[in-house]
């Protein structure tokens, strides 16, 4: 697909002109302690952590809408509240890698980077977090090994994606291609025009109001222009992968039935046994209540809590909400700290425990 790789670097470029301007990530300083074909693990470390908590970002576009700025950012929230975080960051496939897919992308490379963190920590399983597809894939590794894992945390996780779930899967669902080549990669701005088109009131129309109301509010008006400049920074994704997420996952919807297969067996909700926390935004039409209620409510552990979050002004985009929204640290993530605080043992999280902590010295590029 040569015209949409051309409109990737076209995006990316658009994107570069908004960062001249002021609106760039402001990421915290970290270091890579392990890495693989397609990922990388970013340790942002913290002294006396309380817990270790594993980040999965979301395979579309980059990772640094966790660390959006110094005042929005999910990564240095959580280690101001003495947690050692890590984010396993997915690397632009070469051309040779179009054929991985669920298998490499929700197994084997999370499987990696909970390892080696468990390694550094004397064998004590982390928590992993997710947001949007990146909480879909920790789920699935959740059903995979959930004893390898201390805690699930799911930030507007599509999990179930049967007709009628949203407007998004729907649409989605009608237009996307019954075939891809799964030997290629697929660009990006692929799944930007098809996600637009399956709800352009969620990616068009709901952004141009919300930029409307925010109009006399210039830290919101800073926080959307950093928010536009991530959405244009488009990356390609293999070909096996974007099939998969397509039909297995929207159209088919395994992942909620139970038939979803990677690594030669099928999991589904049953298979989730561990302790979970999720969040999903009302407002939200990509991860609506829809798409998570039925499969928390069809797992078979008892600790398991969902918060029902109304959304906020000031974001862009709703889907984003929980990782960029003013309301949502002050009113939702002090319970995530909280929630994370006892089923890891910790006694502390609240605000008036907590000293404000450093980044390391220095960040690759």
């Not at 209620?293 to 709703?318: C, H, N, S």
Request: with cysteine.
């Amino acid at each position: 697909m040569p015209i949409l790789g051309f409109m990737d670097s076209l995006r990316r470029a658009q994107g570069d002109v908004l960062e001249t301007l002021g609106f760039g990530p402001n990421e915290c300083d970290y270091r890579v302690t392990a890495s693989g074909r397609y990922w990388r693990l970013r340790d942002y470390g913290v002294d006396d952590a309380r817990l270790s908590l594993l980040i999965v970002a979301a395979p579309i576009k980059r990772p640094y809408i966790w660390d959006l700025t110094p005042s929005r950012s999910a990564v240095r929230y959580c280690r101001r509240h003495r947690l050692h975080v890590y984010l396993l960051e997915w690397l632009a496939p070469s051309d040779e890698d179009g054929p991985a897919g669920l298998d490499e992308y929700a197994d084997l490379a999370i499987a990696e980077a909970v390892s080696s963190i468990a390694d550094e920590n004397g064998g004590t399983p982390p928590f992993l977090m997710g947001h949007s597809l990146g909480g879909t894939f920790a789920a699935i590794f959740a059903a995979l090994e959930p004893q390898s894992i201390s805690g699930l945390v799911l930030l507007g996780s599509p999990l179930c994606f049967q007709p009628g779930t949203g407007g998004f899967r729907d649409g989605i669902v009608s237009l996307a291609p019954v075939t891809l080549p799964e030997t290629a990669v697929i660009a990006g701005t692929l799944l930007s025009q098809l996600s637009a088109l399956a709800s352009p009131h969620t990616f068009l129309w709901s952004r141009v109001v919300d930029a409307a109301l925010s109009i006399a509010d210039p830290f919101a008006m800073d926080i959307q222009g950093r928010i536009e400049r991530w959405t244009l920074d488009e990356s390609p994704l293999p070909g096996r992968l974007v099939h998969q997420i397509l039909q297995w996952l929207y159209r088919e919807n395994r992942l909620c039935r139970g038939t979803l297969p990677v690594r030669h067996r099928t999991v589904g909700p049953s298979d989730v046994r561990v302790p979970t926390l999720a969040v999903v935004n009302t407002s939200d039409e990509v991860a609506p209540v829809k798409s998570m209620k039925p499969f928390i409510e069809a797992m078979p552990v008892r600790d398991v809590r969902l918060i029902e979050y109304p959304g906020e002004t000031g974001v862009g985009l709703q889907h984003l909400a929980i990782l960029a929204g003013r309301n949502a640290y002050a009113r939702v993530w002090p319970d995530i700290i909280s929630w994370l605080n006892v089923r890891g043992g910790s006694t502390g999280g609240n605000r008036a425990s907590v000293r404000p902590v450093g980044c390391l010295a220095r960040r690759p590029h």
